[in-house]
């Protein structure tokens, strides 16, 4: 059973980089075709899907309203897989998520996900 | 962008069925996934591409897709079922999106 965890810093002062890095067990990221994903959910607020690499393949993926700000790659002799946020604001205060997504017939779904971590923007 | 609508919560007594609705444009002709996510917890995976359950999830759970209304049913409810539930689609325009929430309440 894949596990995954997230790890970073739980505070990040506003306008520098958020950095979050995602460790894959008990599966490989280099295998599979799996979607190693970021999500988001503010406090009290629903979730946004924010990006995933298909390592596999070479391909990622971006939601639009952050795509210029994002970056997330696979580190896979550590097998794991990180998230960059640039320009942070208090808007990105979130728990961030890492997901195992898997690619159906014109869609994904996320079935494995870390336990998510607080990240606060301070300013 | 893709939008679906939720109720913002739902009701239900023990024992009795909670029908909880992802309402978007043409939604039948996407693949809905459902996700329960209880207070401090990562969601979880309850019901993907419409109607199939992932290995653990019981049978109460179960999902169906038409036209511009797709819906979550939990048969039977418990205590335990209490949580936030989302719908989510895969859009070829908005990438992944997900619905604002339903919170369901065991009366």
């Known amino acids: 059973q894949v596990q995954l965890q997230e790890s970073g810093p739980g505070l990040v002062k506003a306008s520098q980089t958020l950095s979050l890095t995602c460790a894959v067990s008990?599966?490989?990221?280099?295998?599979?075709?799996?979607?190693w994903t970021w999500i988001r959910q503010p406090p009290g607020k629903g979730l946004e899907w924010i990006g995933y690499?298909?390592?596999?393949?070479?391909?990622?993926y971006y939601n639009p309203s952050l795509k210029s700000r994002v970056t997330i790659s696979v580190d896979a002799s550590k097998n794991q897989f990180s998230l960059k946020l640039t320009s942070v604001t208090a808007a990105d205060t979130a728990v961030y998520y890492c997901?195992?997504?898997?690619?159906?017939?014109?869609?994904?779904?996320?079935?494995?996900w870390g336990q998510g971590t607080l990240v606060s923007v301070s300013s | 962008s893709y939008v679906m609508t939720q109720p913002p919560s739902v009701s239900v007594a023990p024992g009795q069925t909670a029908t909880i609705t992802c309402g978007g444009i043409n939604i039948g002709r996407k693949s809905v996934h459902w996700y329960q996510q209880k207070p401090g917890q990562a969601p979880v995976l309850v019901v993907y591409?419409?109607?199939d359950r992932p290995s653990g999830i019981p049978e109460r759970f179960s999902g169906s897709n038409s036209g511009n209304t797709a819906t979550l049913t939990i048969s039977r409810v418990e205590a335990g079922d209490e949580a936030e539930y989302y719908c989510?689609?895969?859009?070829?325009?908005?990438?992944?999106?997900f619905g604002p929430g339903t919170r369901v309440t065991v009366l």
């Open positions: 989510q689609v895969w859009d070829s325009d908005s990438d992944n999106v």
């Open positions: 997901a195992r997504g898997l690619w159906s017939i014109n869609t994904a779904y996320f079935q494995h």
């Open positions: 591409d419409d109607s």
């Open positions: 008990g599966g490989s990221v280099n295998g599979g075709d799996h979607y």
């Open positions: 690499i298909y390592y596999s393949g070479g391909n990622i």
